[in-house]
């Protein structure tokens, strides 16, 4: 529950059902009135006082990464006021609204402080143009490893993965899979594990089979995709993979795995 050197064994039902009360929302989708901009955030709490009157809210982003050193990294305080931000233009009475990231490592919690960054936000948009080459890749630990805008268009991260022997393994990991069936009523789905055959991001089948547990938005593109037709490997982004039943949620990546080569669109 976010207290350091508190059990488990000591959560009591009263403790627990306190907790629940708070919440407002659990991985709720984050999007501006115009659908420019985007988010996605853990938890959304109440923020009340001994007597129980509510003081703001609270934007808790749960990290599993490690723990900042005196305050949080300017992307991670960046992308926690984006939060913030669009809960508050998004409800004009709003109450007081603060954003945490809360590491799962040492139960700690960073405030995120700063200015409004939807007027930077909006000029980024701008900005952004469609380009048939890609950036240049810059593989690494702290970038196929770790979190990167461009994996389902990247074949660098998924050779990094595959040879540092970290492919779809842990939490919040990515991975390339083929789709062999799909239960709707169930939200089930069964594939097959998928490593690089090349470093041009070719699909070379490993025999490995999963089920994974789809549910929110991460259902919603799926069943999406196999509406259209979508036939080929899938790139999961993400996905709870530290378990034997995979989970595929709202917070998740699912994209048709279609790796663009270093040297552009043809």
């Known amino acids: 529950v976010g207290v350091q050197g508190l059990a488990h064994d000591r959560v009591t039902i ?76 998004n409800n004009e009475k709003a109450p007081p609204v603060q954003a945490q990231g809360w590491y799962t490592d040492t139960s700690s919690k960073w405030d995120a402080v700063g200015e409004n960054v939807l007027e930077a936000a909006y000029e980024a948009w701008s900005a952004t143009q469609p380009s048939d080459t890609p950036l240049e890749p810059t593989p690494g630990k702290s ?43 169930r939200s089930t789905a069964t594939v097959e594990e998928c490593v690089p055959k090349d470093a041009l991001g070719g699909v070379e089948p490993t025999g490995q089979m999963r089920t994974i547990s789809f549910d929110g938005r991460g259902k919603e593109v799926l069943e999406a995709l196999l509406d259209d037709g979508h036939q080929g490997p899938i790139f999961l982004g993400s996905a709870m993979m530290n378990r034997e039943v995979w989970r595929v949620g709202p917070w998740c990546d699912v994209l048709p795995w279609n790796p663009i080569p270093d040297s552009g669109m043809s």
């Open 14 to 89: 009263a403790l627990w059902k306190k907790i629940q009360s708070l919440v407002i929302a659990v991985e709720g989708e984050l999007v501006t009135k115009d659908g420019q901009l985007m988010g996605r955030l853990d938890l959304l709490l109440a923020d009340v006082d001994d007597s129980g009157n509510l003081r703001g809210w609270l934007v808790a982003d749960l990290k599993t990464g490690k723990p900042p050193q005196g305050k949080l990294k300017p992307e991670v305080n960046r992308q926690l006021r984006m939060y913030r931000d669009i809960l508050l233009s």
């Open 143 to 185: 970038s196929c490893g770790g979190f990167c805008d461009w994996k389902a268009w990247c074949p660098h991260w998924w050779n990094w993965r595959h040879q540092n022997k970290s492919l779809h393994k842990g939490d919040f990991a990515d991975g390339v899979v083929i789709l062999h069936q799909y239960d709707e009523g």
